[in-house]
T-cell receptor
Framework: NAGVTQTPKFQVLKTGQSMTLQCAQDMNHNSMYWYRQDPGMGLRLIYYSASEGTTDKGEVPNGYNVSRLNKREFSLRLESAAPSQTSVYFC?????????????FGSGTQLSVL | DQQVKQNSPSLSVQEGRISILNCDYTNSMFDYFLWYKKYPAEGPTFLISISSIKDKNEDGRFTVFLNKSAKHLSLHIVPSQPGDSAVYFCAASGYSGYSTLTFGKGTMLLVSP
């Protein structure tokens, strides 16, 4: 029962390099999300995908792009990494029922941009 | 402008006592609230939730109280255990038509033996 799987767990980039963070969920959820966590800032939404084929900006989308490859996979791309993007990144998928919802999170990717 | 506020960055409690974590929100359109727990080097995990049609929800040692008029919710942990030491995030949803969660900055709870 894998849930939400993120790769890689750790990554160090130089300023200007690009990379893609991968995320996959096996719970057949329609909606998926990318958050970043910074000290003292909590969890901030970068992008989300309400369903396969759709993506929308969250609170802090600048410098990122996303792709909802299929129902299972939602990737986050940094085209030209900047030190301000040093953070811990979490992917999540959403379960909902009448009157109830919750997000299931992956274990995170710790990214350092030098 | 922070819509979900957790004004206490940290809280220390002795084992066996009650832990009370507080959360305030500003957006009156929020109608569903959740608490998440996060250990270091792990993703947040769902703890408990409450809908705005209720004022209390219990799950074992965890109880969430909602005061809609004050736009305030609190998480009570009784009795507190050392394994409860973690960062607790309050989250809210419901204002955007499509549900995205807005998180507070978190409160680090330390339960000492």
């Amino acid at each position: 029962n894998a849930g939400v799987t993120q790769t890689p767990k750790f990554q160090v980039l130089k300023t200007g390099q690009s990379m893609t963070l991968q995320c996959a969920q096996d719970m057949n959820h329609n909606s998926m999300y990318w958050y970043r966590q910074d000290p003292g800032m909590g969890l901030r939404l970068i992008y989300y995908s309400a369903s396969e084929g759709t993506t929308d900006k969250g609170e802090v989308p600048n410098g990122y792009n996303v792709s909802r490859l299929n129902k299972r996979e939602f990737s986050l791309r940094l085209e030209s990494a900047a030190p301000s993007q040093t953070s811990v990144y979490f992917c999540a998928s959403r379960w909902s029922d009448t009157g109830n919802e919750k997000l299931f999170f992956g274990s995170g990717t710790q990214l350092s941009v030098l | 402008d922070q819509q979900v506020k957790q004004n206490s960055p940290s809280l220390s409690v002795q084992e066996g006592r009650i832990s009370i974590l507080n959360c305030d929100y500003t957006n009156s359109m929020f109608d569903y609230f959740l608490w998440y727990k996060k250990y270091p080097a792990e993703g947040p995990t769902f703890l408990i939730s409450i809908s705005s049609i209720k004022d209390k929800n219990e799950d074992g040692r965890f109880t969430v109280f909602l005061n809609k008029s004050a736009k305030h919710l609190s998480l009570h942990i009784v009795p507190s255990q050392p394994g409860d030491s973690a960062v607790y995030f309050c989250a809210a949803s419901g204002y955007s038509g499509y549900s995205t969660l807005t998180f507070g900055k978190g409160t680090m709870l330390l339960v000492s033996p």
